[in-house]
């Protein structure tokens, strides 16, 4: 950068950024993008990255010279370019104008400008705009300044898909790109399984992929113990099967009683006929019917599609209980415990908090919360163009939906109270760790690392992640070992070491780190998986890397007697060893620690093995895809046919064009 100095220099002119990745419509990552959105960088640079309060004001006022009383989003940039802050303003000029007050800030806020070394502005046509874009923003960037939903896992939908002529139910994570009718969302994987496989009783769809559906000359095992009608072998005509997916669809949606009545009739008719086998299985679909409406049994009769919202406050945490109702049924709850919460408002906490939710799940006509919002009327706004509906807030005050209300809350402080006393566990758990493996200060990132193989074959090194409140599951990473051979786990970790630790040899660096990612953190511990073998590689690799003083190094490994009473025993560098009481808290707290990276490493093992064995030597044809390969082996049987077949008979089989044909001909004849 030029200008580098004690003081600040300004760029002569705005840098225009590259558009975000993964955004939903209507952001600059859309096509009509470059219509809605503006985005400008105004960078500043200082030879220090020390907190600096005067020098995040003269920042800020050199931004706000060039900023326009027009609707956006702003970000707060420290020396390095990270994120600390994103905000959104009716108008930028006077919203970013507000902190070089520096009287009127809160103390959180004169944190952020003493460390404020440049920022970013988006221009948007209109406030709500603004509104959902800085929801994105922050959670894509997750700055340490900013309200972060905690729990950004994906929620489950059940998709009843439209995209063949006899529909599929099943469960659904993620983007909902297929073509069909998304219900939920649901809180939990459990939750959503227990009603699919209801459903699958009540309505009797297909569960089965195409290729599997395609394939089939008898009816599956789902079949015989009622959960699906065969459409596969013609057991149920389209027309009946449509009726099923109709009645589907109807429950779904909140039509229960229609759809149970219905039932109820056509078991009366068939007991007056005399047909008892079908009887009997309406029956059990009414009783299927019965079970989901009893597990999701809650006020919320006349409600639709509605969320509920509640938030409780303690000990300066806090904790919002979400309900989701779809068609007047319960799809379940879940507890969200923000993060960066203090001296936040708690109307503000919960606002922040469902703004960033209704980022990846489609808001209902209906959102009930549990107090006033600041600037609801704009919150509506931006809802109801995320869902091209419109959307409205309410405060329940009374009859149903007030009692549904104090469910949400107590659900809310019970979630809060079991929160603290897991927090204060570990707390307590992390100091007697740092006692006991003589620590200076409890450890904030704890790595344990371990490997996995068959005989040296398909190795593979994993990385698990804890932080002071639990295992940070996106930190998890996998290394697939290239270098080390045969069966030697001491090189296969020391390769891993090597790997991880690359980016902090003295004179290297990696191009590939993120600022803020693993890759630029040191943990406070590393728990090896393994005696003093794995431990030596390790102190090795990080005494070369030159961090090994930096960073605290232990071994645990099962001691001579752990059978049943579970002793291990845990190595130091110095070639000490320490053994914890049988039923110690602290034993079964790095046990668990142990477990968890054998449980990924073992399965990341696993998913190796797994497509290993169903690779097939068509997959090595460079620029030759998977359609044509499986039109290749439909034709020819096997792979080792395609390999002896002449260029005359690739170029007659179905669905290989002549080009396709010379590529595999000429891949496995390079001699001629």
């Not at 009509?32 to 030879?47: I, M, P, S």
Request: proline content about 5%; glycine content about 8%; charged content about 25%.
């Amino acid at each position: 950068m030029q200008g580098r100095s004690t003081s600040f220099a300004k760029f002569p002119r705005l840098t225009y950024l590259t558009p975000m990745a993964r955004t939903p419509a209507g952001t600059p990552h859309d096509p009509r993008g470059g219509d809605r959105f503006n985005e400008e960088r105004a960078a500043y640079t200082v030879a220090s990255a020390q907190p600096d309060l005067e020098g995040g004001v003269r920042a800020i006022r050199e931004t706000v010279k060039v900023l326009k009383p027009v609707p956006g989003v702003y970000r707060m940039l420290d020396a390095r370019g990270e994120v600390l802050y994103v905000g959104k303003a009716r108008s930028l000029k006077a919203r970013v104008a507000n902190y070089t007050q520096i009287a009127q800030l809160s103390g959180r806020l004169q944190r952020m400008v003493s460390q404020t070394r440049s920022m970013e502005i988006i221009t948007t046509n209109s406030e709500a705009e603004a509104l959902l874009l800085e929801a994105q923003l922050i959670k894509r960037f997750r700055p340490p300044f900013n309200v972060l939903l905690r729990d950004d896992k994906s929620f489950p939908f059940i998709l009843l898909r439209a995209d063949h002529a006899y529909p599929r139910i099943q469960k659904h994570r993620g983007a909902r790109r297929a073509k069909g009718n998304y219900y939920g969302p649901f809180a939990s994987a459990w939750s959503v399984n227990t009603t699919l496989n209801a459903l699958q009783k009540l309505f009797l769809l297909r569960s089965c992929t195409d290729s599997f559906f395609n394939n089939r000359d008898r009816p599956c095992l789902l079949y015989q113990i009622k959960r699906c009608s065969a459409p596969c072998v013609g057991r149920i005509d389209e027309a009946g099967y449509d009726a099923l997916v109709r009645q589907a669809k109807d429950f779904l949606s909140g039509k229960s009683g229609a759809v149970q009545a219905d039932l109820e009739r056509q078991m009366a008719e068939a007991a007056e006929n005399l047909d008892f086998e079908t009887a009997a299985m309406l029956r059990d679909r009414l009783r299927a019917a019965t079970f989901i409406q009893g597990s999701q049994a809650i006020n919320a009769q006349g409600l639709g599609d509605a969320d509920v919202f509640a938030l409780a406050a303690k000990n300066g945490q806090m904790s919002v209980q979400s309900f989701f109702i779809r068609g007047g049924q319960n799809w379940g709850h879940r507890a969200l415990f923000p993060r960066h919460t203090a001296d936040v408002d708690e109307a503000q906490v919960l606002a922040d908090v469902m703004l960033q939710f209704y980022e990846e799940v489609p808001p209902p006509p209906t959102i009930l919360v549990d107090r006033e919002l600041p600037e609801a009327a704009l919150i509506e706004a931006a809802l109801s163009e995320l869902a091209g509906r419109k959307v409205r807030l309410s405060v329940p005050e009374r009859g149903d939906r007030r009692k549904l209300m104090a469910q949400a809350q107590r659900n809310a402080v019970e979630a809060l109270e079991r929160r603290l006393a897991e927090t204060g566990t570990k707390a307590k758990l992390n100091r007697e760790l740092a006692a006991f493996l003589e620590l200076d200060a409890p450890p904030q990132r704890i790595e344990i690392y371990d490997n996995s193989h068959i005989q040296g074959a398909k190795a593979v090194g994993a990385m698990v992640v804890a932080g002071t409140e639990g295992f940070e599951k996106g930190q998890y990473r996998k290394f697939n070992i290239r270098e080390a051979q045969s069966n030697d786990d001491f090189a296969m970790m020391r390769e891993v070491m090597a790997r991880r630790f690359r980016n902090f040899a003295e004179g290297e660096e990696n191009p590939e780190a993120k600022p803020g990612g693993h890759e630029t953190v040191l943990p406070d511990l590393i728990l090896i998986d393994g005696g003093k073998g794995q431990l030596s590689s390790v102190m090795a690799v990080l005494e070369e890397i030159g961090i090994a003083d930096d960073v605290a190094v232990i071994g645990i490994a099962k001691g001579p007697h752990h059978g049943r009473e579970g002793r291990e025993v845990f190595h130091f560098p110095d070639g000490r060893e320490k053994l914890l009481p049988v039923n110690s808290p602290l034993l079964f707290h790095l046990q668990n620690l142990r477990d968890e990276v054998h449980r990924y490493v073992i399965g990341a093992h696993r998913a190796k093995r797994s497509k290993a064995i169903t690779a097939s030597p068509l997959d090595e044809i460079p620029g030759v895809g998977p359609a044509r390969k499986r039109a290749l082996l439909l034709h020819f049987g096997t792979a080792s046919k395609v390999r002896a077949a002449a260029l005359e008979d690739l170029q007659r089989a179905p669905g290989v064009s002549a080009a396709v044909a010379r590529k595999v001909y000429d891949f496995y004849h390079a001699g001629g």
